[in-house]
């Protein structure tokens, strides 16, 4: 089954490792800088690729380096790019992540283009040719948290197809009230799975069950907050669960962590994993993932993947 993802692209620079008193420190020897692939819905979809899923992505970038370097790696990986737009005012999003000592990353961020995304800017025919459609950070583009998150889902479910959305904290309005705004996209939502963090600015509430009671009356058929090196708590309205982490495994860096969690989570529900069963494969993919450098770099192939979820399935 083919997914589209939508939303951020950008061109991430990985710095590592950065001290907690870097701004009181004139020097620090560092690793040689790793320039990548980052955003949300491009992680999604190249963790996607490397799940041996057939995927599509939908998004604006510049027509400079920084765009043609996300060109190369999306079609080097088998990513199909025909739907990206160039845009003619802004350049692409740029990424500056500092990494500390204990894996945890910090972002400086030029996103300009973001605030030019549209519902129009996905076609009929983008849609006709998917079967699952990945919205990445609610809460980040203005011009689709105000109608067009809800457009587009609204037409893929006309088309019969499965709708996936994620979050982001929005550092810059945090008090608007989203679940207001966000209505109506949440109920042209099938999976929606946000960060703690998220879900919080959303709803208010701190506690999973309680922030799940939030989003019942949407009709969502699953949902779920991703609670970091804790795992997730997953509902579907009827039964909810704490699923955990595969334990004892290597933590280099978390870019990308929840990025790969959905990308795991789309390929298994593709697949036909029962919900609770795809969480658990999400997690799999997610504990692989931060065992190494960058937003994607530690998802494995389908095969390998399906192999760690089954040694760990029993113990999450």
């Known amino acids: 089954m083919r997914v589209l993802c939508i939303g951020m692209m950008v061109c991430d620079t990985l710095i590592s490792p950065v001290p907690d008193r870097i701004l009181e420190l004139d020097s620090v020897r560092i690793r040689t800088p790793q320039v990548c692939c980052g955003g949300d819905a491009l992680n999604v979809a190249l963790g996607l690729a490397r799940l041996n899923c057939p995927v599509s992505i939908a998004g604006r970038i510049g027509n400079d380096a920084n765009g043609k370097f996300i060109l190369d790696e999306c079609r080097r990986h088998g990513v199909d790019t025909e739907r990206v737009i160039f845009d003619p005012e802004c350049g692409t999003a740029a990424s500056y992540a500092l990494i500390d000592e204990r894996g945890e990353r910090h972002f400086l961020t030029e996103k300009t283009v973001f605030y030019r995304l549209e519902g129009a800017d996905v076609s009929e025919e983008a849609l006709g040719e998917a079967d699952a459609v990945y919205i990445g950070s609610a809460m980040s583009f203005p011009k689709m948290d105000e109608g067009g998150i809800a457009e587009v889902f609204g037409r893929a479910h006309r088309q019969g197809k499965m709708t996936l959305m994620d979050a982001a904290v929005n550092m810059e309005d945090p008090d608007r009230d989203w679940m207001e705004l966000l209505g109506p996209a949440f109920r042209e939502t099938d999976v929606f799975f946000p960060s703690l963090k998220e879900a919080e600015q959303l709803t208010g509430e701190t506690d999973p069950e309680k922030i799940a009671d939030a989003f019942r009356t949407f009709g969502m058929k699953l949902f779920g907050v991703k609670l970091g090196g ?26 990308g962590a929840g990025d790969s969690f959905m990308a795991g989570l789309t390929c298994a529900l593709t697949r036909g994993f029962p919900p609770f069963e795809a969480v658990r494969f999400a997690s799999c993919v997610a504990t692989r993932n931060v065992g190494a450098v960058g937003g994607t770099a530690g998802i494995p192939d389908y095969e390998e993947a399906l192999r760690f979820y089954q040694e760990w399935k029993d113990r999450l």
Request: charged letters at 25%; one cysteine or more.
């Open 230 to 255: 804790r795992g997730s708590f997953v509902t579907d309205f009827r039964e909810s669960r704490y699923i955990g982490c595969p334990s004892g495994m290597p933590v280099v860096d978390t870019t």
